[in-house]
């Protein structure tokens, strides 16, 4: 039997404010033993991450923890400790050291006025009795063993290769090359967090966090930010070092498809509740609680063609007693029809029939790059020679990894991003080189829904001001009434209540923010919206709900979208063609479905592989695999 490393008892967290109490977390208990992966599920605010801050003695005011144990097992055989009870500078001697922790956004987790050599010998420092030497030498091993640094074979046999062509009149001899190979190493720690991406900012997180051998390691939504193809390498990554360190793991996220790669138990967390806890396979194939089958559902698949997505609001309904305890009833969802082969192809047929909406022609964009003193000008392409068609009326997809130019290419069709040469046509009218007033009226005709609908609101501006700001600069509507009426009209549309006009964007959930932003785009009654990464920063279950809202709109006003995404399985469930773009080109285009079925590049092939399903299959061969 393996050996218990964690165990919480009845772990209850409450915040307090305004003469309210509120329980992050309610009661919750459950236990790691070494070498195993434990996988916390569920929506943003059901205190996945308040119970790693808890374990962690990271919780600040007015955060405390109410009652219950976190007991934690530091030695082999040795007395367990209840982390509950350590003061704050007891809990300095197992934080970072015997229990480390990954943080979702690499990029404000990392001090960007230091260089990762830096923070990474701090953190070996702290918890280790070495000198500054030996903390990089331990930094670079971390950075190696995350796959970030090649091995010292590795970079030693690029040296040997290119060498010859490089110094063809200086031999290497054996120091020259241990030399290199020295400062070949040393380089990467003299780096920013900002010269670096943001799959390799999450492996220096990840060295930092196992440079001191922990016997836990939690990750909290630690692929969040990435692409689904830096995503599997680092859930692949993961796997291996638990299993090389025989280390215990807690993996939080939203996205129980992503957490069937990972874990070994699966605990589903909803209102600071654990509704349902264990094995991975039976909690995929056999899922008992509603909660949990509304969120197994509602991620769109790859081998599925519904014309809608089931939410968790299918499955179950939720009512507050008077006393605060949350009633949930189960229901039987009737299962959505799938699109016959006949439907796709008579839609697809039809839209052929039409002239195109928008024509793209060899658009080409790029952006300056500092040259050296008397050099030549220099330009990285971020749109190199794109064409396509948009069809009124279609939701053509456009797929890819991040920095390879979807979001680039989406705001330059706006006109938000100036071209350097080729053709925008939209509607028959080039506006390539529109300016000043007939730009001003184009916009009434494009619109975009952001990424982060955090930011794409102005968090002083009320709902009703943000949603009426379109068309006062357009002079829609004679009167304020009138407008006001306007704003409630589409707010209603999208699934919110009038009530919302006189709220503050603080006041609303991820995925109200969104529908806020998404009736802000059809209030001038566009004919084309870019959906740019607009479902990406959402939970699995609000995602589902956003993605039926757009294909609801798309019926009732016909609508003509582009779809931006890294997800292919979002891209697939809502588009009629798809385009895959990498390194600013085209490199694929077909139907949703043959782009699925047949990818013809390599690069297509990687990005369908790389996606979680979460499908009994892959559960099982998981298992399989780490059986």
């Known amino acids: 039997m393996r050996e218990t490393i964690l165990e919480v008892r009845n772990l209850q967290v409450e915040f307090s404010g305004d003469g309210d109490t509120i329980k992050a977390v309610d009661g919750i208990s459950f236990e790691l033993k070494r070498g195993e992966t434990l996988g916390i599920v569920g929506e943003s605010g059901s205190g996945k991450s308040v119970t790693s801050l808890a374990v962690m003695g990271l919780l600040q005011h007015p955060g405390r923890i109410s009652g219950g144990e976190i007991s934690f097992s530091a030695q082999a055989n040795g007395k367990p400790i209840n982390l509950v009870e350590l003061s704050p500078e007891e809990m300095q001697l197992y934080r970072g050291g015997d229990i480390a922790m990954i943080f979702q956004e690499p990029m404000t987790s990392l001090n960007p006025v230091y260089n990762i050599g830096f923070q990474l010998t701090e953190a070996i420092q702290r918890h280790q009795n070495v000198t500054t030497a030996q903390a990089q030498q331990i930094a670079i091993a971390g950075l190696q063993e995350v796959k970030l640094l090649p091995s010292d074979e590795q970079i030693k046999q690029q040296y040997i290769d290119t060498w010859p062509q490089t110094n063809p009149n200086t031999p290497l001899d054996e120091y020259k090359l241990a030399q290199l190979v020295k400062q070949h190493k040393e380089a990467i720690l003299e780096r920013y967090p900002h010269q670096l991406s943001g799959g390799q900012l999450q492996r220096v997180m990840i060295a930092m966090a196992i440079s001191c051998n922990p016997l836990l390691l939690i990750a909290d939504e630690p692929t969040t930010a990435l692409d689904v193809t830096v995503q599997a390498t680092i859930i692949d990554l993961l796997r291996e070092l638990q299993q090389s360190r025989d280390m215990a793991l807690i993996f939080i996220t939203h996205d129980l498809g992503l957490i069937s790669e990972i874990a070994d138990q699966v605990a589903v967390m909803y209102k600071g509740k654990i509704v349902e806890y264990g094995a991975s396979e039976q909690i995929f194939n056999h899922p008992q609680h509603p909660y949990t089958k509304g969120l197994v559902a509602c991620?769109?698949?790859?081998?599925?063609?519904?014309?809608?997505?089931?939410?968790?609001?299918?499955?179950?309904?939720?009512?507050?007693?008077?006393?605060?305890?949350?009633?949930?009833?189960?229901?039987?969802?009737?299962?959505?029809?799938?699109?016959?082969?006949?439907?796709?192809?008579?839609?697809?047929?039809?839209?052929?029939?039409?002239?195109?909406?928008?024509?793209?022609?060899?658009?080409?964009?790029?952006?300056?790059?500092?040259?050296?003193?008397?050099?030549?000008?220099?330009y990285h392409m971020a749109v190199n020679g794109v064409s396509f068609d948009v069809k009124p009326g279609e939701t053509l997809g456009l797929v890819g990894e991040s920095g390879c130019g979807k979001t680039t290419l989406g705001r330059t069709l706006l006109r938000l991003i100036e071209p350097m040469s080729g053709q925008i046509i939209f509607d028959g009218q080039n506006i390539t080189k529109l300016k000043g007033e007939p730009l001003q009226k184009l916009r009434r005709e494009m619109q975009i829904v952001?990424?982060?609908?955090?930011?794409?609101?102005?968090?002083?501006?009320?709902?009703?001001?943000?949603?009426?700001?379109?068309?006062?600069?357009?002079?829609?509507?004679?009167?304020?009434?009138?407008?006001?009426?306007?704003?409630?009209?589409?707010?209603?549309?999208?699934?919110?209540?009038?009530?919302?006009i006189n709220r503050y964007p603080h006041q609303f959930s991820g995925g109200q923010r969104q529908r806020i932003c998404i009736a802000r785009s059809l209030a001038l009654n566009p004919k084309f919206i870019i959906c740019d990464e607009s479902v990406s920063a959402l939970d699995v279950s609000v995602q589902a709900q956003v993605l039926n809202l757009l294909k609801e709109l798309q019926d009732e006003f016909q609508l003509t979208y582009i779809f931006i995404s890294h997800d292919l399985s979002v891209v697939k469930f809502m588009s009629d063609r798809i385009l895959v773009m990498n390194r600013g080109q085209i490199v694929e285009q077909g139907t949703a479905e043959s782009i699925y079925r047949e990818p013809k590049e390599e690069y297509t092939q990687k990005l369908i592989a790389s996606i979680p399903t979460g499908s009994p299959e892959r559960v099982r061969s998981r298992h399989i695999r780490t059986a």
Do not use: C, W
């Not at 305890?325 to 039409?354: C, F, H, V, W």
């Not at 002239?355 to 790029?366: A, E, H, N, S």
């Not at 068309?471 to 009038?498: C, D, P, Y």
């Open 299 to 378: 991620r769109p698949t790859l081998t599925r063609h519904p014309h809608k997505l089931l939410t968790v609001s299918d499955y179950m309904t939720v009512e507050e007693t008077a006393t605060g305890q949350l009633m949930i009833q189960a229901k039987e969802p009737s299962q959505p029809p799938e699109i016959s082969s006949e439907e796709i192809y008579t839609r697809l047929a039809k839209l052929e029939e039409q002239p195109p909406l928008l024509k793209i022609q060899d658009l080409k964009v790029g952006f300056p790059v500092r040259a050296a003193f008397g050099t030549k000008k220099r």
């Open 450 to 500: 952001f990424q982060n609908p955090f930011s794409a609101l102005d968090p002083r501006m009320k709902v009703g001001d943000a949603i009426m700001e379109p068309l006062l600069i357009h002079s829609v509507g004679k009167t304020k009434k009138q407008r006001l009426q306007r704003v409630a009209e589409l707010l209603e549309r999208v699934g919110l209540s009038a009530d919302a």
